[in-house]
């Protein structure tokens, strides 16, 4: 069942792909079928889309810390490059439609400015947008893996710095000289590519584009955890030194997952902004970058389904929980932080593959759940 | 006998016939001429006077001007009580109405008002007054000055009345006169001068005032340098010393014991709240020691985080050791818990009052003040610091820690009870932190989200010094107190302390690079751990 413990050199046709297929089906095509036909209400499709753009940025955290163990706690960083870029291009596309039909978006206004600042220009263009909303977080992570892993900051210390980058990331966007919306962030889209964002039928395709992607990004994980590479990446959790000793290079593969990582959170970011509306400051810090951590140990770390689970159903619960007791979800999330690190250390994924170990006597090869990473110390 | 009452009060304050000037504002043919000749008045009777007429509570009653006080009862204008001939308090009659003032008359009636309050019995209120009379540089306002000057028995007061006079004096008709205030001011270094000056400079035809407007103007700009020069430093220094107190329970926790423990931050809101909470107990209670409150919650702040971390460290901690990850996300949700419960229970902001004797500060230069809280917070750290360092190093309790640190199994061997050691290590640490948090409530909020801002730059000041050694959290907590606060002012503009924070953070990990370990490196369980 587990990617993780599957020979990955030598790929066969297993029940995965088949998994995919189903996945697939149901949430590409099933919903928005179903949606049209007046099955599921635009509400509930417009927040499995909202789902579906998080579990890309859980399983690109999946990819960094389940299987390679560093935990990034810059996530939210890139998150929030792909959700700006995208929303700076929305603002324009829409501005001079504003309040004071000025040529820049109306919270700049607010604060005095009337001319468009030089870094917005570029966005005028959708091609920018999205470009950056993938390629600026991937090249910001080669920089920060750059500055840190060649020097061999690993382990609590690169938690800590990105801790700290996220931190400082989060100041500077609340402020409003950076131009970007300040602690409002932005908000009041009203088209992407031309098509206006109220309209079901934009929401719908933008939904089965989520999706889509969604699938192409498991694919993706799926093809690197499988490859010699992904080999590596486990082999740097499970115990780097003794792979520098065989001569790898582990920076490389660090910098390299950390970049795809990015990009994946980027693109979670893109599709994010204009389905839900809004991109603040506060989805850009070091909490939000926590919480990823969270979605992925809830779903079961170091299998690509657990981040899509982990990620659906804690987001699943927030919604729920945050409507009937919004002052008690921090104390929950807090709780859940604690509880599945300390009794469920393989998340949902794990508990699922012991509970079937229990019920059916086959077993399919070896202990179905991936136990927690063996960690990094050697005391 | 009303009126022998009257005219012997007038007599006694000498220079002025209230009664006659009270007839003329009353008239409103006389009022504005009678106001203008108040322009420099003196006399408290005056004042109160004044305030009668903008209040509306002067009346006339059997021909004569009388007061009506807050308590409904007559004075005349000199503050007698007006009584009938049994001696009984007059009434006014109903429907009576008040002498009418000008409306055009309110703002001079107010002016000269302000200017009774260089008379004040508030120190604070005749500073302020003083000053603003010298900056109105309305020369009218000389006579008032020197006369308050005159009465004057406070030396700040005076030195303040003295710049005030002196700058009216700039524009004196009399060389001599503006020479003289010209050199008090240079002399004074009062910056507020700065451009009452330059203005001088430029209007000045003598030519000896001139140069000494110049010179005076050098003075007070070399002196500026100085003293911001100073000021940067004091703060720099304060907020190393924040940055020291806030990290040193995490010096031992992350420190020695390599945890990674993200809920120091609620550690500090803990020791905050208690502050918070002992001073409303205080408040409660015993509100004649009001001022002494402080010194009982420093003490049971220690207890409480100290004891908050010992139930943290039995209950999740001691079973996730070697696990830095894990305990960094299991401590995070603990921290989120704590957070949100002091919202649940304290609400969203509260505040503690500083105590009396801890308001003011130390002036060392003109117009540079040291707050006491802030030296008191330098005080605090150095306190802990060396508290710390003894404990750590010259007790046999200090000695089991570091055995324990340095090789666990080694010191399992010789019978210590490594368990326990944890535990109590790891509780010192959060203690420290609650000290700390009740020594930051005195110069910030305390809310919930206090940890929050503490976390980032506590974690910084450890890594940056390197784990396992007091000497790097301290150099690291100076070197980024001090680069902080020298490069804030370099930034300049509002926002300047959140980017000169940006800009420190990126210094710091652009120094990473070049030693991963921090300043000062040590070897051993925790560096093993981490690196």
Redesign the interface.
């Known amino acids: 069942m587990s990617a993780a413990l599957t020979p990955p050199l030598a790929p066969k046709r297993d029940r995965q792909l088949v998994l995919v297929a189903l996945f697939g089906a149901v949430f590409v095509v099933g919903l928005p079928v179903a949606n049209a036909l007046g099955f599921v209400s635009d509400y509930y499709l417009n927040l499995f889309a909202k789902y579906l753009a998080l579990a890309i940025l859980a399983l690109g955290m999946d990819l960094i810390w389940g299987y390679t163990?560093i935990?990034s706690l810059g996530q939210a960083i890139f998150f929030g490059m792909g959700a700006y870029s995208i929303g700076m291009h929305m603002m324009l596309e829409s501005s001079g439609k504003g309040v004071y039909g000025e040529p820049v978006p109306d919270f700049m206004i607010w604060n005095q400015v009337y001319q468009l600042p030089f870094f917005w220009k570029p966005y005028k263009y959708a091609v920018v947008a999205v470009a950056s909303a993938i390629l600026l977080p991937a090249l910001f992570a080669t920089v920060i893996g750059l500055?840190?892993f060649r020097?061999?900051?690993?382990?609590?210390?690169f938690?800590?710095?990105t801790?700290?980058?996220a931190?400082?990331v989060w100041?500077?966007v609340n402020?409003n000289?950076m131009k970007l919306g300040g602690t409002n962030g932005l908000t009041d889209f009203k088209s992407i590519l031309g098509f206006s964002l109220s309209s079901p039928v934009t929401l719908r395709a933008l939904y089965v584009a989520t999706a889509a992607l969604l699938v192409g990004a498991l694919l993706i994980s799926r093809a690197i955890v499988r490859s010699k590479t992904g080999l590596v990446l486990e082999a740097i959790r499970d115990n780097e030194r003794r792979l520098e000793f065989l001569g790898y290079n582990a920076a490389g593969f660090k910098i390299f997952v950390f970049a795809v990582s990015a990009a994946l959170a980027g693109l979670a970011g893109l599709l994010y902004a204009p389905q839900v509306g809004i991109i603040t400051p506060s989805q850009v810090g070091?909490l939000p970058s926590?919480e990823i951590?969270?979605w992925v140990?809830f779903g079961g770390r170091g299998t690509l389904w657990g981040a899509l689970l982990g990620a659906i159903s804690v987001n699943w619960l927030r919604s729920v929980l945050t409507g009937t007791y919004p002052?008690?979800w921090?104390?929950i999330?807090?709780?859940?932080?604690?509880a599945v690190?300390?009794l469920f250390?393989t998340g949902l994924v794990g508990l699922a593959a012991r509970a079937r170990a229990l019920v059916g006597r086959r077993r399919t090869g070896g202990p179905a759940a991936v136990a927690a990473p063996v960690?990094e110390?050697?005391? | 006998m009303i009126t022998g009452l009257g005219g012997l009060a007038a007599a006694a304050s000498g220079d002025l016939d209230l009664e006659a000037v009270a007839r003329r504002l009353a008239a409103p043919a006389t009022q504005k001429s009678a106001l203008e000749e108040l322009q420099d008045a003196t006399d408290p009777g005056v004042e109160r006077l004044l305030r009668a007429l903008k209040d509306g509570a002067l009346y006339t009653f059997k021909g004569r001007l009388v007061l009506l006080g807050d308590d409904g009862g007559l004075t005349d204008v000199a503050g007698h009580p007006v009584v009938d001939a049994q001696g009984q308090p007059v009434q006014l009659e109903s429907g009576q109405e008040a002498v009418a003032l000008d409306e055009s008359l309110f703002g001079v009636v107010q002016r000269i008002l302000e200017r009774f309050e260089v008379f004040s019995d508030d120190k604070a209120k005749r500073q302020s007054a003083a000053f603003k009379l010298g900056t109105s540089g309305d020369p009218s306002a000389l006579g008032v000055l020197a006369k308050a000057l005159e009465r004057e028995a406070d030396r700040d007061v005076r030195v303040v009345m003295e710049d005030a006079l002196a700058k009216l004096r700039l524009r004196s008709a009399d060389p001599k006169d503006r020479l003289a205030a010209v050199k008090r001011l240079g002399a004074s270094s009062s910056e507020a001068a700065v451009p009452l000056l330059k203005a001088l400079v430029e209007q000045e035809t003598d030519p000896a005032v001139k140069a000494a407007a110049q010179a005076a103007l050098r003075d007070i700009d070399t002196f500026v340098v100085r003293r911001n020069i100073v000021g940067y430093l004091f703060n720099g220094v304060s907020l190393a010393a924040v940055l020291l107190v806030m990290s040193l329970g995490l010096a031992v926790t992350f420190g020695l014991m390599g945890i990674?423990n993200m809920a120091h931050g609620e550690m500090l809101m803990i020791g905050s709240y208690t502050a918070f909470v002992v001073q409303e107990a205080f408040q409660a209670r015993l509100a004649a020691y009001q001022d002494y409150y402080f010194f009982v919650a420093l003490p049971l702040a220690f207890l409480a985080a100290g004891l908050v971390g010992l139930v943290l460290e039995l209950g999740?901690i001691r079973?996730?050791y070697?696990?830095?990850?894990?305990t960094?996300?299991?401590t995070?949700?603990?921290?989120?818990?704590l957070?949100?419960?002091a919202?649940?229970y304290f609400g969203d902001q509260t505040s503690v009052n500083s105590p009396t004797w801890f308001r003011g500060g130390l002036e060392p230069l003109t117009g540079l003040i040291f707050p006491w809280s802030r030296i008191f917070i330098v005080g605090l750290a150095v306190a802990a610091l060396g508290a710390l360092w003894f404990l750590l190093n010259r007790t046999y309790a200090g000695m089991k820690v570091r055995a324990v640190m340095q090789n666990?199994a080694m010191a399992a061997c010789l019978g210590v009870s490594t368990r326990k050691v944890d535990a109590v290590t790891f509780a010192l640490g959060t203690a420290l932190a609650g000290v700390a948090g009740c020594a930051l409530a005195l110069i910030g909020t305390v809310d919930p989200e206090v940890g929050?801002t503490y976390i980032?730059d506590s974690?910084?000041v450890v890594?940056l010094g390197g784990v396992g050694k007091l000497v790097g959290t301290v150099v690291a907590a100076v070197c980024i107190g001090l680069s902080n606060k020298l490069i804030e002012p370099a930034i300049g503009?509002t926002?300047a302390a959140?980017?000169a924070?940006?800009a420190v953070?990126?210094i710091?990990?652009?120094f990473?690079?070049w030693r991963?370990t921090g300043l000062f490196a040590q070897r051993g369980?925790a560096a093993?751990?981490?690196?």
Do not use: C, D, N, S
């Open positions: 163990g935990l500055l840190t020097r061999r900051l690993r382990g609590t210390y938690a800590i710095l801790q700290a980058i931190f400082a100041l500077m402020r000289e070091v926590l951590v969270i140990a002052r008690l921090p104390i999330l807090g709780g859940l932080f604690m690190i300390m250390p960690e110390h050697t005391a | 990674i999740v079973f996730l070697g696990r830095p990850l894990e960094l996300i299991v995070w949700g603990a921290g989120m818990i957070q949100q419960g919202r649940l666990r929050k980032v974690f910084m890594v503009g926002a959140i980017y924070k940006v953070l990126v710091v990990i652009w990473l690079q991963p369980r093993a751990e981490t690196a």
